[in-house]
């Protein structure tokens, strides 16, 4: 499982399948779209406004400052 967050467009991807395949993307959602491969599988979810559904801090420990500087 790979997750990736862009801070600058508020996206959460979770991948949920690390094989490479080709997928459907289907909207389930407004803010919900899973990509679907083989066999009807969901092996990824993507989350829009992923900041206003998800707790970020909980799913990323990770501290960061913005200013540039990394700590």
Known sequence: MNIQYNDRTDLLYIRLDDKKQ????????EDIVLDIGENETVVGIEILDASKHV???????IKYNFSGVLQ
Request: charged residues 25%.
């Open 22 to 29: 080709a997928v459907i993307n289907r909207r389930v959602s």
């Open 55 to 61: 707790n970020l801090e909980r799913l990323f420990p």
